[in-house]
C-alpha cells in the first residue's frame, strides 16, 4: 500500500520525533483531539481538492503563485502524528525521478509571540492557513511562531560580518532557506521593515514579505518538475 511507502520515506525526516502514525487521506475514523476543521477534507472523496478549498483559495490573494502551484503539483495529504507534535498535514508531492517529497502544515493556534503585535495583518493571515507551512526539513516556508529567533541564536556579538548591515538581535527569522539565507523584519524599525539575507552578501530590504514568501514557496514546488 501507499501509505507503507509514504511511512518509509517520512521516516527517515521524522524520526528523531519518536514513535509516529501516518494516515493517507481520505480517512475513515479521526485520532481525539484532532484538528475539527481538518475533518472535512481529511474524509473528502477528493482531499486534494478539499484542503485547497478550505485552507488555501480564501487567502488566494496572498499566495496566488504558491496556490497556483500546489493546483498543479499536489498529488496527496495525509494525517501525521508523532510523539513531539501530535498533529501535523503531510502534502505529497512527485519528482521527475518518482520519488516523493512532502511538505508539512501545522495546526492553527494563538500566535502568542510579542513580537507579533507589529507585524503586518497579511504577513499574520498567512498563519490562518497553518501555524508554519515548510518543506519537510523545516525550511522554505513561514516557520512555526514558536520557532522565529533572532540572528543572535547564529551568531555571536552584535553584529556579524556574515551577514552585514543589520543588528543581530533586530532580525527576526521567519523564513529560514536552509542554513544559508534567511527572511524576516528588522524590529528596530516602526513599522518593521522586511529583510533577506544571504552569508557574506548585503543585507536587502523586502518591500513585501508575504510576496517574498509566495515566490519562494511557488519555486520550491515549481522545481520538483
Given at each position: 500500500?501507499?501509505?507503507?511507502?509514504?511511512?518509509?520515506?517520512?521516516?527517515?525526516?521524522?524520526?528523531?520525533?519518536?514513535?509516529?502514525?501516518?494516515?493517507?487521506?481520505?480517512?475513515?475514523?479521526?485520532?481525539?483531539?484532532?484538528?475539527?476543521?481538518?475533518?472535512?477534507?481529511?474524509?473528502?472523496?477528493?482531499?486534494?481538492?478539499?484542503?485547497?478549498?478550505?485552507?488555501?483559495?480564501?487567502?488566494?490573494?496572498?499566495?496566488?503563485?504558491?496556490?497556483?502551484?500546489?493546483?498543479?503539483?499536489?498529488?496527496?495529504?495525509?494525517?501525521?502524528?508523532t510523539q513531539e507534535?501530535?498533529?501535523?498535514?503531510?502534502?505529497?508531492?512527485?519528482?521527475?525521478?518518482?520519488?516523493?517529497?512532502?511538505?508539512?502544515?501545522?495546526?492553527?493556534r494563538l500566535i502568542?509571540?510579542?513580537?507579533?503585535?507589529?507585524?503586518?495583518?497579511?504577513?499574520?493571515?498567512?498563519?490562518?492557513?497553518?501555524?508554519?507551512?515548510?518543506?519537510?526539513?523545516?525550511?522554505?516556508?513561514?516557520?512555526?511562531?514558536?520557532?522565529?529567533?533572532?540572528?543572535?541564536?547564529?551568531?555571536?556579538?552584535?553584529?556579524?560580518?556574515?551577514?552585514?548591515?543589520?543588528?543581530?538581535?533586530?532580525?527576526?527569522?521567519?523564513?529560514?532557506?536552509?542554513?544559508?539565507?534567511?527572511?524576516?523584519?528588522?524590529?528596530?524599525?516602526?513599522?518593521?521593515?522586511?529583510?533577506?539575507?544571504?552569508?557574506?552578501?548585503?543585507?536587502?530590504?523586502?518591500?513585501?514579505?508575504?510576496?517574498?514568501?509566495?515566490?519562494?514557496?511557488?519555486?520550491?514546488?515549481?522545481?520538483?518538475?
Amino acid at each position: 500500500m501507499k501509505d507503507n511507502v509514504y511511512r518509509k520515506a517520512l521516516k527517515e525526516y521524522i524520526g528523531d520525533e519518536g514513535d509516529f502514525q501516518f494516515e493517507l487521506a481520505p480517512l475513515s475514523s479521526f485520532p481525539q483531539d484532532m484538528p475539527v476543521a481538518w475533518k472535512e477534507f481529511l474524509s473528502a472523496d477528493d482531499p486534494v481538492k478539499g484542503i485547497l478549498e478550505k485552507l488555501w483559495y480564501p487567502w488566494r490573494d496572498l499566495l496566488p503563485q504558491t496556490i497556483a502551484e500546489l493546483e498543479q503539483k499536489l498529488r496527496f495529504i495525509g494525517l501525521l502524528q508523532t510523539q513531539e507534535i501530535p498533529f501535523s498535514l503531510i502534502y505529497g508531492f512527485e519528482c521527475d525521478d518518482g520519488e516523493s517529497t512532502f511538505n508539512r502544515g501545522f495546526p492553527c493556534r494563538l500566535i502568542e509571540r510579542e513580537e507579533a503585535k507589529v507585524l503586518t495583518p497579511d504577513f499574520l493571515n498567512i498563519y490562518k492557513i497553518h501555524n508554519g507551512w515548510t518543506d519537510i526539513h523545516g525550511f522554505a516556508g513561514p516557520m512555526r511562531s514558536e520557532e522565529w529567533f533572532d540572528l543572535t541564536a547564529i551568531f555571536d556579538g552584535v553584529y556579524s560580518d556574515a551577514i552585514p548591515g543589520v543588528r543581530l538581535e533586530d532580525f527576526l527569522v521567519i523564513c529560514d532557506s536552509g542554513g544559508t539565507g534567511y527572511l524576516g523584519y528588522d524590529l528596530s524599525k516602526s513599522p518593521p521593515v522586511g529583510l533577506e539575507c544571504f552569508f557574506n552578501e548585503p543585507v536587502e530590504v523586502v518591500p513585501d514579505v508575504v510576496r517574498a514568501l509566495d515566490e519562494l514557496m511557488a519555486v520550491q514546488l515549481h522545481d520538483l518538475t
